[in-house]
């Protein structure tokens, strides 16, 4: 009966371990708020073409954004790129457009567009992208990280992880 009781105590132990690491994983993967003032200081920063020009985000306000945060030695934004690429293609005449955010070095990014180039302007945070992207909801700073902004300026949908085929089709609704 005492054998019975460890096995049953232990088998509940487990699922509570297991449950709590499922949510454990569900919120760090789960956007946040976006802190106070975030959207704005978005919209008032410029950032760097790999190139070095300057890219002010002020004139990008009034029409759909889809901004990703990537960079180059993570395999699921790699992965993402010719997806989001297709997007932009497809949307572009609708009005939308996209930025990809490299969290990354310079040289790295340019060789990277060498071998895949891509239709879409793509502009450099370097490292401070992360905290860029944890005001913006993605609490751990992880990639890759995609940001939707309506044509008001506002955020209206985030994305930590991967971005699917679903997700850009129900994103193409929403502005």
Do not use: Y
């Not at 049953?8 to 371990?17: E, H, P, Q, R, S």
């Not at 949307?91 to 180039?117: C, E, I």
């Not at 302007?121 to 860029?132: I, K, Q, R």
Request: with cysteine; aromatic share 10%; charged share 20%.
């Amino acid at each position: 009966m005492k054998l019975q009781r460890r096995h049953m105590l232990g088998a509940g132990v487990a699922v509570a371990a297991a449950g709590a690491g499922v949510w454990w994983a569900e919120r760090r993967l789960r956007p946040q708020p976006v802190l106070d003032g975030a959207e704005a200081t978005f919209w008032q920063s410029s950032f760097d073409s790999p190139e070095g020009k300057p890219l002010a985000m002020a004139p990008w306000r009034g029409r759909p954004l889809l901004v990703n945060f990537w960079a180059t030695w993570c395999p699921p934004c790699i992965e993402e790129l010719p997806l989001l690429n297709a997007f932009h293609r497809e949307q572009s005449p609708r009005g939308w457009q996209l930025l990809g955010l490299a969290v990354d070095r310079v040289d790295a990014v340019q060789t990277f567009l060498k071998k895949l180039p891509i239709d879409f302007p793509v502009a450099m945070t370097g490292f401070a992208g992360a905290d860029l992207s944890r005001s913006l909801g993605n609490p751990s700073g992880g990639l890759p990280f995609t940001v939707v902004f309506g044509p008001e300026g506002a955020v209206i949908h985030r994305k930590i992880g991967q971005v699917k085929p679903d997700d850009l089709a129900q994103w193409a609704q929403l502005a």
